[in-house]
């Protein structure tokens, strides 16, 4: 009778296991649903249908992952699955949507603007699962960051650009996003906050500002705090505030070859 209940028990929690790894796949599956939505909105012209579906598919991408890691249900299969989630949703997507907001007056520029979004955003994809993922720091801007960006442009400015004179705006926009994801920029990661350590209650003050206004202008007000994380990497790095992720490594050689040197001479290294 015990060893009945035991493979009982044990069938059934195989059953929930595998229940429980389908779970973030759900949302990787809305992940896609809303990137292909995307683009059929964008295809009738609905631009800002367009748009929100793409910051929607942002916010399954970010549970899924979530999810997955509270469950410990994280597989080289979900990492894969949901790589390609991104390139739809926030690869083809985003770049289908710039062309026909502000890229269509140039076809032939407007098409190799966006294809170049495209391959950056895939690029940016290939070189996260080829490196480790417990960095602080993010190499290059991540592709949900820049298609974020274009989707939130569409929606503060829905009316596709008339006037060829904007076009070159739009192209710097789409190719600087482009760049900034293929770059070695470092981004925060926010991988190291500590939410269950004690912070001071003025914190706590400003998440309702931040709350206040987002109930008004929230559109603006996520333009404005992704605005800063984007140009973030690049201020810090030219005001010398955070070095480039090269400059580290150059400096751990260096760390390296001392050690070396101090071993031949007969030194022991002790950590600072």
Not at 88 to 109: D, E, Y
Request: aromatic letters at 10%; hydrophobic letters at 50%; glycine letters at 6%.
């Amino acid at each position: 009778m015990t060893a009945r209940r035991t493979r009982r028990a044990k069938r059934s929690k195989d059953r929930l296991r595998k229940g429980v790894y389908i779970l973030p796949s759900l949302f990787t599956v809305g992940n896609i649903f809303c990137g292909f939505f995307s683009l059929v909105q964008t295809t009738r012209g609905r631009l800002e249908s367009a748009a929100i579906f793409i910051l929607i598919a942002i916010l399954a991408d970010n549970l899924d992952g979530r999810i997955a890691r509270l469950t410990r249900t994280t597989s080289a299969f979900g990492e894969e699955y949901d790589s390609l989630a991104d390139v739809v949703s926030f690869g083809a997507a985003p770049a289908l949507l710039a062309f026909q907001w502000g890229l269509w007056q140039k076809p032939r520029l407007g098409m190799a603007v966006a294809f170049l979004f495209l391959v950056a955003g895939s690029i940016r994809l290939a070189r996260f699962n080829s490196t480790p993922h417990d960095e602080p720091f993010f190499k290059g801007l991540p592709i949900p960051g820049g298609a974020a960006a274009i989707a939130l442009l569409i929606l503060i400015s829905p009316t596709p650009v008339s006037h060829v004179a904007f076009l070159p705006i739009v192209v710097v926009f789409v190719l600087g996003l482009a760049l900034l994801m293929v770059s070695n920029l470092p981004y925060p990661s926010f991988k190291q906050v500590n939410l269950r350590r004690k912070w001071p209650a003025t914190t706590l003050f400003l998440i309702a500002v931040l709350f206040s206004l987002l109930t008004f202008v929230p559109t603006h007000v996520l333009a404005i705090l992704l605005a800063t994380y984007i140009l973030s990497a690049p201020f810090l790095v030219l005001t010398g505030k955070l070095r480039h992720p090269g400059d580290r490594e150059d400096a751990k050689h260096g760390a390296g070859d001392q050690t070396s040197t101090s071993s031949e001479d007969g030194y022991t290294d002790e950590p600072e």
